[in-house]
C-alpha cells in the first residue's frame, strides 16, 4: 500500500507503515528527523495526487484548537482561521481513497463536523492525557490497544475541563515546544499501521 503522512516530520508514522511493509512517505515543510529518501520537503497540496492509496494527515492546530479560542475573534477578522479551515478541508477532501484527518478539539467539530472519534494516548500504552478528534474516511475507528492508567497532561491543559478539581492529575506535563507536542505517539502510530494497513 501507498501512503502518504502529511505535516509529519518527525516519520513516527511514516516509519510505522514501513516496518510493516508499506510504502510510506512523510511529508512536510520542515526537514524530516529521519530518512530524508523517505520524506517529501515540500507543501503537502502539491502531493496528494501522486497515487496515494491511504493519506493520514496532521494539519497544524494553531488557528483551529479549542485551547487558543480567546484569539479566534482576530484570527477570523485577518483571515489566518479561514486559510487553516480550507488546508484541513483540501487535506480530507483529497482523491485518496482512504483519508484520516487529526487534530485537537477545536473549531472543526462546528463548522465541518464532529470527528468519527476522539482518542487518547493512554488508550496506546502512553501515560498522557491529549483528547485528539480523527475525521476518517473509509477507515475504521481506531480501536484501544493498551489502556494504562494516564499520568499527566501532555501539555498543559486550557479551559474549564482543567479548573475542575476532578479532571487534574498528580502531575502536568507542562510546557512543550510546538514540535514536540505535534509529534505522534508511538502507540497511536503502532495502531494506525496495524489496523488501517491490513
Sequence with gaps: MRVIVGCEFSQVVCKAFMERGHEAYSCD????????????QDDIL???????DLGIFHPPCTHLAVAG??????????????????FFM????ANIPKIAVENPVGIMSTIFRKPNQYIEPFQF?????????LWLRNLPSLKPTNIIEPRCYWAQPH????KKKS?????????RSS??????????????????GN
Design 29 to 40: 515543510i520542515l526537514p524530516t528527523e529521519g530518512n530524508p529518501e523517505w520524506h517529501i
Design 90 to 93: 483540501s487535506l480530507y477532501n
Design 167 to 175: 479532571m487534574r492529575l498528580s502531575s502536568i506535563g507542562g510546557h
Design 125 to 133: 500504552g502512553e501515560p498522557f492525557k491529549k483528547k485528539t478528534g
Design 46 to 52: 502539491n502531493h496528494l495526487d501522486d497515487g496515494w
Design 179 to 196: 514540535k514536540e507536542r505535534s509529534r505522534t505517539f508511538q502507540g497511536i502510530a503502532n495502531a494506525m499501521a496495524e489496523q488501517w
Design 69 to 86: 479560542a480567546s484569539y479566534w475573534k482576530k484570527k477570523q477578522q485577518d483571515g489566518t482561521q479561514e486559510e487553516a479551515m480550507l
Design 159 to 162: 479551559g474549564s475541563a482543567y
